[in-house]
């Protein structure tokens, strides 16, 4: 399929070819569900923890003497059944990370990019360079419409371009290595340079 490549004052600069195999393919909601989940699942901290009987700060005495009270028998005053007492069973430390093959978590980045071309918010650019200057990269980025937008770049990013769209809002950039299914997804705009498309072709071949 042919794209139009624009340059970030919104000049043309030609056309290029996307591979169908990658922008071409009916993207599938269950597929990418899942590589998200994934990605989530595996970002989740998994701290959460709670104190069990062994760890709350109660007396272990025996609170009343086992007969002759007309109540129940109990122990210690960190038993589960008592306000205060220890949680029985409740979260501990563990990671939240499941395992999901490679070539599904290829498959769902092709899914990704598939999505955002069939919507119509892919857009190709020539190359992301600027001069450093925040001010002029944000009017240019108004100019073009980009709200909530990503840009991919090839294997590394321009660093004078990352410097400048670091204080704008909305705004993200990420190296061809790091295009991932979830920050695809989230952008309204998904915007790939000539040399991303390029890197990206190569890496899911």
Same mark, same amino acid.
């Given at each position: 399929?042919?794209?139009?490549?624009?340059?970030?004052?919104?000049?043309?600069?030609?056309?290029?070819?996307?591979?169908?195999?990658?922008?071409?393919?009916?993207?599938?909601?269950?597929?990418?569900?899942?590589?998200?989940?994934?990605?989530?699942?595996?970002?989740?901290?998994?701290?959460?923890?709670?104190?069990?009987?062994?760890?709350?700060?109660?007396?272990?005495?025996?609170?009343?003497?086992?007969?002759?009270?007309?109540?129940?028998?109990?122990?210690?005053?960190?038993?589960?059944?008592?306000?205060?007492?220890?949680?029985?069973?409740?979260?501990?430390?563990?990671?939240?990370?499941?395992?999901?093959?490679?070539?599904?978590?290829?498959?769902?980045?092709?899914?990704?990019?598939?999505?955002?071309?069939?919507?119509?918010?892919?857009?190709?650019?020539?190359?992301?360079?600027?001069?450093?200057?925040?001010?002029?990269?944000?009017?240019? !980025?108004? &100019?073009?419409?980009?709200?909530?937008? %990503? /840009? *991919?770049?090839? #294997?590394? =990013?321009?660093?004078?371009? @990352?410097?400048?769209?670091?204080?704008?809002?909305?705004?993200?950039?990420?190296?061809?290595?790091?295009?991932? !299914?979830? &920050?695809?997804?989230?952008?309204?705009? %998904? /915007? *790939?340079?000539? #040399?991303? =498309?390029?890197?990206?072709? @190569?890496?899911?071949?």
């Amino acid at each position: 399929m042919k794209l139009d490549v624009i340059k970030l004052d919104g000049g043309s600069a030609g056309s290029v070819d996307l591979d169908e195999a990658l922008f071409g393919l009916e993207p599938r909601a269950d597929i990418l569900h899942r590589v998200v989940r994934w990605q989530r699942n595996k970002a989740q901290q998994g701290t959460h923890k709670v104190k069990t009987r062994s760890e709350t700060s109660y007396s272990t005495k025996k609170i009343y003497r086992q007969k002759g009270t007309g109540g129940a028998r109990h122990g210690d005053r960190n038993a589960p059944i008592f306000r205060k007492g220890g949680i029985y069973k409740g979260p501990t430390p563990r990671s939240h990370a499941h395992d999901l093959p490679k070539k599904f978590r290829k498959l769902g980045l092709k899914h990704a990019l598939s999505a955002k071309a069939k919507a119509g918010e892919l857009v190709v650019i020539e190359a992301a360079d600027s001069a450093g200057k925040t001010k002029d990269l944000a009017k240019q !980025v108004k &100019d073009l419409g980009w709200k909530r937008a %990503l /840009v *991919i770049d090839g #294997a590394e =990013v321009n660093e004078s371009f @990352a410097k400048a769209a670091r204080n704008i809002e909305g705004l993200d950039i990420l190296p061809s290595m790091g295009a991932n !299914v979830y &920050d695809i997804l989230k952008r309204d705009t %998904l /915007v *790939i340079t000539k #040399a991303g =498309v390029e890197a990206l072709e @190569a890496r899911l071949k």
